[in-house]
């Protein structure tokens, strides 16, 4: 990887949030220079802390991806652009439909032609989600499924998958997309669910308060963000993922009661309460998920490597240092 990053001009969109700071500090690592542009809008997932230990490292640009006045100066030059920026809550998507349509679609319709105009050689890496796949109907759920959203965040996100994929086919900007199933670990948004549930989870626990488990039975699969920050890495520099998408993964396939009693054990301490999911809630659920994830494997040599034990006491760990930075 050093090879292909060392000296080389990275972009990353969505650079303050969980999945980008992550990145942005393995790329520091690997010798790249890194520029971070992010919203730092209250309600998304961007935090300052989350490069405390790279922050003279990185530049930071505090520009929102709608702006189409900015873009132009920030992707020239680049080499690899990662667009993760996005809005992730589903249900601010319902509640909030247009501003969702703003940043998941326009915003990435209006980057990529960005990219076409002033760098069509650089390299491009598209967050994506497995929430695009909607309520599946066979598991575990592989890229010929029928995309079949169940909420306005995963139609957005659908979109913006697919005009990289365009760009991709028509223009020949190299381009792809990784579709995430449920990335945890440090630096991920906890104080509350706008990003993922098991945030909430690990704030309650923190606090001493018990944390609630919705339904229960569901089965789930999950990504340390280390092993998702590999796939990035891999997607970014491998020529055989341009113009495709891939699904991510992991191990153990697990229930929310299960992963639960998992979060209880791991920590030492904690309760928790399962509770029926809300109505406005019940309607958006996709029941069971997990990924087939072999594509991703066969073509880019990616395998998840930190197990769910493993990365839930990592996580643990982070948050027990840096708590107060993250409510």
Same mark, same amino acid.
């Given at each position: 990887?050093?090879?292909?990053?060392?000296?080389?001009?990275?972009?990353?969109?969505?650079?303050?949030?969980?999945?980008?700071?992550?990145?942005?500090?393995?790329?520091?690592?690997?010798?790249?220079?890194?520029?971070?542009?992010? +919203?730092?809008?209250?309600?998304?997932?961007?935090?300052?802390?989350?490069?405390?230990?790279?922050?003279?490292?990185?530049?930071?640009?505090? +520009?929102?991806?709608?702006?189409?006045?900015?873009?132009?100066?920030?992707?020239?030059?680049?080499?690899?652009?990662?667009?993760?920026?996005?809005?992730?809550?589903?249900?601010?998507?319902?509640?909030?439909?247009?501003?969702?349509?703003?940043?998941?679609?326009?915003?990435?319709?209006?980057?990529?032609?960005?990219?076409?105009?002033?760098?069509?050689?650089?390299?491009?890496?598209?967050?994506?989600?497995?929430?695009?796949?909607?309520?599946?109907?066979?598991?575990?759920?592989?890229?010929?499924?029928?995309?079949?959203?169940?909420?306005?965040?995963?139609?957005?996100?659908?979109?913006?998958?697919?005009?990289?994929?365009?760009?991709?086919?028509?223009?020949?900007? +190299?381009?792809?997309?990784?579709?995430?199933?449920?990335?945890?670990?440090?630096?991920?948004?906890?104080?509350?669910?706008?990003?993922?549930?098991?945030?909430?989870?690990?704030?309650?626990?923190?606090?001493?308060?018990?944390?609630?488990?919705?339904?229960?039975?569901?089965?789930?699969?999950?990504?340390?963000?280390?092993?998702?920050?590999?796939?990035?890495?891999?997607?970014?520099?491998?020529?055989?993922?341009?113009?495709?998408?891939?699904?991510?993964?992991?191990?153990?396939?697990?229930?929310?009661?299960?992963?639960?009693?998992?979060?209880?054990?791991?920590?030492?301490?904690?309760? $928790?309460?399962?509770?029926?999911?809300?109505?406005?809630?019940?309607?958006?659920?996709?029941?069971?998920? $997990?990924?087939?994830?072999?594509?991703?494997?066969?073509?880019?040599?990616?395998?998840?490597?930190?197990?769910?034990?493993?990365?839930?006491?990592?996580?643990?760990? $982070?948050?027990?240092?840096?708590?107060? $930075?993250?409510?």
């Amino acid at each position: 990887m050093r090879e292909h990053f060392a000296n080389r001009n990275v972009l990353i969109t969505g650079g303050l949030g969980f999945i980008g700071s992550n990145l942005a500090a393995r790329l520091v690592d690997l010798g790249a220079h890194v520029t971070l542009v992010d +919203s730092l809008i209250p309600e998304y997932g961007g935090n300052l802390h989350n490069i405390a230990g790279i922050a003279g490292q990185v530049r930071v640009n505090i +520009s929102d991806v709608r702006d189409e006045h900015s873009m132009p100066y920030l992707v020239q030059g680049q080499d690899y652009l990662f667009n993760l920026a996005g809005q992730t809550s589903h249900m601010d998507s319902m509640q909030n439909p247009f501003a969702d349509l703003e940043i998941n679609c326009r915003a990435q319709l209006s980057i990529l032609e960005t990219c076409r105009k002033v760098n069509p050689q650089i390299r491009i890496v598209f967050a994506s989600t497995r929430q695009i796949y909607g309520k599946p109907d066979y598991l575990p759920v592989d890229e010929k499924h029928l995309l079949r959203p169940v909420d306005v965040n995963g139609i957005n996100k659908m979109a913006g998958e697919w005009y990289h994929i365009l760009y991709s086919n028509v223009y020949g900007i +190299s381009a792809c997309a990784l579709r995430l199933t449920n990335t945890y670990g440090p630096r991920m948004r906890i104080k509350d669910a706008r990003q993922t549930f098991l945030g909430i989870w690990i704030r309650r626990l923190l606090e001493g308060q018990p944390f609630e488990v919705w339904g229960g039975e569901q089965l789930r699969d999950f990504s340390y963000v280390d092993d998702a920050v590999d796939a990035f890495l891999l997607a970014a520099v491998s020529q055989e993922a341009t113009g495709h998408v891939f699904n991510l993964g992991g191990a153990p396939i697990i229930s929310l009661r299960e992963l639960a009693d998992l979060l209880v054990t791991t920590a030492g301490r904690g309760n $928790y309460q399962v509770r029926s999911y809300p109505p406005e809630r019940q309607r958006i659920d996709i029941g069971d998920y $997990y990924a087939d994830d072999t594509r991703i494997r066969q073509v880019l040599g990616w395998r998840p490597r930190v197990s769910l034990a493993d990365g839930l006491a990592r996580t643990l760990a $982070y948050y027990e240092q840096a708590f107060p $930075y993250y409510l």
